[in-house]
């Protein structure tokens, strides 16, 4: 937008004017004693978590939260990691920045637990991982999750949350829970979406179009539904000025949402065939983010004076191109019976490429007859991810009449076979080179006098010793039964047997209770084990980074593949998969058509967690030893020329421990306007119960330190809410919810001194209104009080510099970022 300050004023004042309307416009909660209850009744049959096919999100042995089209319209987001965020309070989307790749693609995860620890699926089919590896300071560290972002909202018909362990029943990855995404198959019109927003502060302006339409195709029932989505987010910068690297002190740092422009499309269909069904779905996502690294002072020796006097901030380009297609065939063998068989290719690209750069070593190193190269390029391409996935599907489920109980046995059996590849590709040598000749034992000097850095300054290309391309198979099998053996009583159980090519075996199972003291009221439980396999990409990942450390110094750290010979050396065994016991109860009570209530208690215990270990650095006054048995770490790290360096590993056991609580309620006023009040709330809490380095050169404090298990503990909220009201009445509809995101905690680049960002409460607001049956205007705010997290303690540079950086508001954790209110006014049309 970059319009003036007047005139986002107006536009300010015009969202307040509607906002304070559609709160005048709420009537007194009286309920209308006349009305029909029977029509407030939605009942959301669930395909998550169960396979009988006739349970409904309260009828489950399990939790399952079932969010709509209407609540999704009404967030207000244009992501679909921020409209889970805002929806369900146990999932969580923190921002993140100055993190290389994870400025495009933020870390989701559920329970608190980590972004590879829940399982994605689509039309109940698994969804495919990103080929980035999440290796900085983020949530997420050292997993690489599913990039939920790049299946659109308007695509997206209904979500399904299931709030417990579910390995036995889906594979791998299902330790937290599973989130099912359900693609539209209306054929009955079209519809255009197009919104438009912008900060408070005036920046971050977010642009977006998208269409949505069907079509009826190949007799009774078939159809296809196509969604094409366009978004364009500018950035934000929340960053202060920098009084420690430059005088007079100004803003050297880009602190907030990186620039974003993204396409997508969509597709979701089935063709009546031979008595059966085809059915395909999938899709296609481009999207382009712009960020930076850390600023490069004056007197830094990775800076370039005759190029960048002043210093410079390196820019990395990342983009992410993702593709999906699902194929599959269903048919029903009698009224009882039916199979399924599919294929589902996914495939996920990740490139970084920098610009604004230089290559310091390409600049100072000697020529023959003296002197020094007098140019560098400024830009590189630095190298590609990609992950690539196949899975093949054969389900066959049903029911028979056992004779006992008050329903059929459902039963369900299946086989999965899947094959995961991943690959890196090395970038331009100028990307990654030490001298132009990347000779290690040239003694190249920098502007000041020190060791010059090799590669390009910002992201340091991956090298051809870090290129890989190999993949890994593995072949499942499951049962799962379920049915009331008494007229009250539910029980269900998996199980499910799966075989890896790499680490071998694994068997898991769930047993699954309900009981229903009266129609209103039950008790339910599960008791699972579960897995979580090493993902190819900690298998397969290595690069060398820069990182800034406490005392603001840059340092480059290398990350050591599994079986290569650093880890090796460091005594790094071959990563064997994750296992978890998970337990829940809880009670649901329906009095009525109009209230429900749900609350469970749950604890996942963790064994052998994979995680990312701290930076490894020399021990300390070893720069000029070379006694393999006085200082090992520096002995192993001096040919690499680099200062630190960390492997994938599993290291810790953890406890989480929690409760969910869902309340809805729904009903009818005067004059046929309809009211709906819903609560969440979310409690968790993780420990650490135990480090075990695999080294006998790293102790385990080093391993995986204070700083890293704080991430872990208090890293995510412990309590989140959301309170939400909804009205509508004849042409007007408007939604505010409160969301209250706990406090969190981050000491990992200030180990030693930790930083808690208290709680906070943030208020949405939006009203439409429907000119017509067709065409629906809304205005809203998020964040409409314009709430920051709290500022980092200034203690002093000498404890913490960051605040004396730039870094007002933290960076490693926050939940709900740090841009405050956004306005938004959003056009639905439909034809």
């Known amino acids: 937008m970059n319009v003036s300050v007047q005139g986002r004023a107006h536009r300010r004042a015009a969202l307040y004017v509607a906002l304070?309307?559609?709160?005048?416009?709420?009537?007194?909660?009286?309920?209308?004693?006349?009305?029909?209850?029977?029509?407030?009744?939605?009942?959301?049959?669930?395909?998550?978590?169960?396979?009988a096919g006739n349970r409904s999100d309260t009828d489950t042995a399990a939790p399952v939260d079932v969010i709509g089209r209407e609540a999704i319209e009404a967030t207000g987001a244009i992501e679909t990691g921020k409209l889970l965020q805002?929806?369900?309070?146990?999932?969580?989307?923190?921002?993140?920045?100055?993190?290389?790749?994870?400025?495009?693609?933020?870390?989701?995860?559920?329970?608190?637990?980590?972004?590879d620890q829940v399982l994605v699926l689509v039309n109940g089919k698994r969804r495919h991982q990103q080929a980035l590896v999440n290796v900085q300071q983020s949530i997420g560290r050292g997993s690489a999750g599913t990039d939920i972002n790049t299946i659109p909202i308007a695509a997206i018909e209904r979500i399904e949350v299931l709030r417990d362990g579910a390995s036995a029943q889906y594979g791998s990855d299902a330790i937290a829970g599973v989130i099912n995404i359900i693609l539209k198959d209306q054929t009955d019109h079209t519809e255009l979406g197009v919104e438009v927003g912008e900060t408070y502060a005036g920046d971050g302006d977010q642009y977006r179009a998208a269409l949505n339409t069907g079509f009826k195709i190949g007799g009774d029932g078939g159809f296809l539904n196509l969604t094409v989505d366009y978004m364009k987010r500018l950035e934000t910068n929340r960053a202060g000025p920098d009084s420690l690297r430059v005088d007079p002190p100004r803003v050297t740092q880009r602190l907030g949402e990186a620039?974003?422009?993204?396409?997508?499309?969509?597709?979701?269909?089935?063709?009546?065939?031979?008595?059966?069904?085809?059915?395909?779905?999938?899709?296609v996502s481009r999207r382009e983010g712009n960020s930076s690294g850390f600023f490069r002072s004056a007197g830094d020796g990775r800076t370039i004076p005759q190029l960048y006097p002043n210093g410079f901030l390196p820019t990395l380009l990342t983009t992410s191109d993702d593709r999906s297609l699902a194929v599959g065939y269903r048919h029903a063998l009698n009224d009882s019976w039916k199979w399924d068989f599919s294929v589902n290719r996914g495939w996920n690209q990740f490139e970084f490429a920098s610009e604004g750069t230089a290559n310091v070593s390409y600049y100072y190193e000697p020529k023959p007859g003296g002197g020094i190269y007098a140019e560098t390029p400024t830009s590189a391409e630095d190298g590609t991810l990609r992950f690539k996935q196949t899975t093949a599907n054969f389900?066959?489920?049903?029911?028979?009449?056992?004779?006992?109980?008050?329903?059929?046995?459902?039963?369900?059996?299946?086989?999965?076979?899947?094959?995961?590849?991943?690959?890196?590709?090395?970038g331009d040598p100028v990307s990654y080179q030490y001298g132009r000749t990347?000779?290690?034992?040239?003694?190249?000097?920098?502007?000041?006098?020190?060791?010059?850095?090799?590669?390009?300054?910002?992201?340091?290309?991956?090298?051809?010793?870090?290129?890989?391309?190999?993949?890994?198979?593995?072949?499942?099998?499951?049962?799962?039964?379920?049915?009331?053996?008494?007229?009250?009583?539910?029980?269900?159980?998996?199980?499910?047997?799966?075989?890896?090519?790499?680490?071998?075996?694994?068997?898991?199972?769930?047993?699954?209770?309900?009981y229903n003291f009266t129609d209103a009221f039950s008790l339910r439980g599960t008791v699972s084990k579960g897995f979580r396999a090493p993902s190819v990409q900690q298998q397969f990942f290595s690069q060398v980074s820069t990182n800034l450390n406490a005392d603001g110094t840059l340092t480059d750290t290398i990350t050591a593949r599994q079986g290569s010979a650093v880890a090796r050396a460091f005594g790094v065994k071959p990563l064997k998969e994750e296992s978890s016991d998970n337990y829940s109860v809880g009670f649901v009570w329906k009095p009525s058509n109009e209230l429900s209530v749900t609350a469970d208690v749950y604890q996942i215990n963790i064994d052998d967690r994979i995680v990312f270990s701290g930076a490894i650095g020399p021990e300390p006054g070893s720069a000029n030893c070379t006694d393999p048995a006085v200082c090992p770490i520096a002995v192993l790290l001096r040919p690499l020329n680099v200062g630190q360096a960390t492997f994938f590993t599993n290291a810790i056991d953890t406890k989480t421990r929690g409760v969910d609580v869902v309340a809805e309620y729904s009903t009818e006023l005067d004059g046929g306007a309809r009211l709906g009040i819903s609560a969440a709330f979310n409690y968790n809490q993780t420990e650490v119960l135990r480090i075990n380095s695999p080294s006998t050169l790293v102790p385990s404090s080093t391993l995986f330190g204070r700083e890293q298990v704080t991430l872990v503990e208090e890293g995510q909220p412990r309590q989140r809410s959301t309170i939400g009201t909804n009205y509508h009445s004849g042409p007007w509809?408007?939604?505010?919810?409160?969301?209250?995101?706990?406090?969190?905690?981050?000491?990992?680049?200030?180990?030693?001194?930790?930083?808690?960002?208290?709680?906070?409460?943030?208020?949405?607001?939006?009203?439409?209104?429907?000119?017509?049956?067709?065409?629906?205007v809304t205005l809203g705010g998020n964040n409409i009080f314009d709430v920051y997290p709290d500022k980092w303690e200034s203690t002093g540079p000498d404890q913490n510099p960051f605040p004396y950086l730039g870094f007002k508001y933290g960076w490693e954790t926050l939940p709900f970022g740090l841009n405050g209110g956004y306005y938004y006014a959003r056009l639905n049309y439909r034809f």
């Open 438 to 514: 990347n000779d290690p034992t040239i003694d190249i000097r920098n502007a000041v006098g020190g060791i010059a850095a090799a590669g390009i300054q910002g992201f340091p290309g991956f090298t051809p010793a870090t290129e890989i391309d190999a993949s890994r198979r593995s072949l499942g099998v499951y049962v799962d039964a379920e049915s009331y053996v008494t007229q009250n009583l539910l029980i269900g159980a998996a199980g499910r047997f799966e075989d890896y090519s790499d680490f071998g075996t694994n068997s898991t199972g769930k047993l699954s209770l309900r």
């Open 86 to 115: 805002k929806l369900a309070p146990s999932f969580n989307f923190p921002t993140s920045f100055v993190s290389d790749g994870t400025d495009l693609i933020w870390p989701a995860t559920l329970r608190g637990l980590g972004p």
């Open 259 to 283: 620039d974003l422009e993204g396409a997508q499309l969509w597709l979701n269909a089935a063709l009546p065939l031979a008595g059966g069904e085809l059915y395909a779905f999938g899709g």
């Open 733 to 776: 509809h408007t939604d505010l919810a409160f969301n209250y995101y706990g406090s969190v905690a981050g000491e990992g680049f200030t180990p030693g001194l930790k930083q808690k960002w208290g709680g906070k409460w943030l208020t949405d607001l939006s009203v439409s209104y429907n000119f017509t049956d067709d065409l629906r």
């Open 20 to 51: 304070i309307a559609g709160i005048a416009a709420l009537p007194a909660f009286a309920q209308n004693p006349s009305g029909d209850a029977d029509k407030l009744e939605t009942i959301n049959v669930v395909s998550t978590g169960t396979r």
């Open 395 to 426: 389900d066959l489920s049903g029911d028979v009449d056992w004779g006992i109980g008050a329903e059929p046995l459902y039963l369900a059996f299946g086989t999965e076979w899947r094959r995961d590849g991943y690959q890196i590709i090395a």
